[in-house]
């Protein structure tokens, strides 16, 4: 049961599909995909990160990393949600789940573990609402980490690689036992000017794009908006021409539009003012202000 909602055996993304990030791409790389591709070198004191946090605002692209890491490195991908690991299914059933995803880790090795929102498993101790359960999985995944950390082999003596990495969009949320085993903290901040420039075309690259279309000038007037909230931009963006199109029109005659009459439509400058007018920035500057602030105290890349 659990292989089969965990385990993604492709998650097709690449460096490529990720607009910008360039310092988070390079610190992943340096400590989760170069370490599978030159063993020998990373041996002793270089030995490869096994655990890594990703922060920042939501909608900053952090899954996706996680996605890209396992693609570039060739791993098998185990994409894990809180829910996933909080079975109820009877007493002590989250250390057994726990325990059982990290058994499929290492017989599926090289693999990489990926657990979003792990605030929500391991918050702060003696936080209030903590309940049992979250204690049980907390422990377990302590417990399991440090296994992974003392590095299991295979029948050859080669190390089995399981690489673990989290997400959150409140690192100071998460029990501090945890985030010492976490090794790397990797701060995935809201995108650039130029990450915005390239998150549009990488959007539309599939769409028809007018010529009055100034693609930074939209990057310029989307300052503050996450990776999201541009995904968002875009999608309205090109559902314009449609709207136009069916404005008007019954569901009989909608239904009997030819494809092509719909699809010749570009995306307009015009488009992405409406776009900006219904989609607002979801990220508060009160919530950039605590994650650099906790960046500086705990971050390390």
């Known amino acids: 049961m659990l292989e089969r909602h965990v385990l993604d055996s492709t998650p097709g993304v690449r460096w490529a599909d990720v607009a910008g990030l360039g310092e988070a791409k390079q610190v992943l790389d340096e400590t989760v995909v170069l370490p599978l591709m030159m063993p020998e070198y990373f041996q002793g004191i270089r030995r ?8 920042g605002p939501p909608g900053t692209g952090k899954t996706l990393l996680a996605k890209a890491v396992a693609t570039e490195c060739g791993t098998t991908f185990f994409n894990v949600s809180p ?3 909080a079975s109820k299914r009877c007493d002590e059933g989250e250390r057994v789940v726990v325990r059982c995803l990290f058994n499929l880790a290492r017989a599926y090795a090289p693999s990489t573990i990926f657990i979003d929102e792990i605030d929500s498993l391991c918050t702060s101790r003696g936080a209030s609402g903590e309940h049992e359960s979250s204690r049980r999985v907390k422990s377990e995944l302590l417990v399991q980490i440090d296994g992974i950390n003392n590095s299991s082999t295979t029948e050859d003596g080669q190390p089995k690689h399981v690489a673990i990495l989290a997400a959150t969009n409140t690192p100071w949320d998460i029990d501090e036992e ?6 790397k903290h990797i701060y995935i901040p809201l995108p650039d000017f130029q990450s915005r420039k390239e998150l549009i ?77 219904n989609v607002q920035k979801s990220v508060s500057p009160a919530d950039i202000e605590k994650h650099n602030k906790w960046m500086a105290e705990f971050g390390s890349a």
């Open 48 to 55: 490869l990160w096994k655990t890594v946090l990703m922060f």
């Open 83 to 85: 829910a996933t690991l």
């Open 178 to 183: 945890l985030r010492w085993r976490l090794e």
């Open 201 to 277: 075309k990488i959007n539309l690259r599939n769409v028809q794009i007018a010529a009055d279309v100034k693609i930074d000038e939209v990057a310029w007037r989307t300052d503050g908006y996450s990776a999201h909230d541009l995904t968002n931009v875009c999608r309205d963006a090109s559902m314009e021409g449609l709207r136009r199109k069916i404005a008007g029109k019954t569901r009989d005659e909608i239904k009997n539009m030819a494809k092509d009459e719909i699809e010749k439509e570009p995306v307009t400058m015009r488009d992405f003012a409406e776009a900006l007018g």
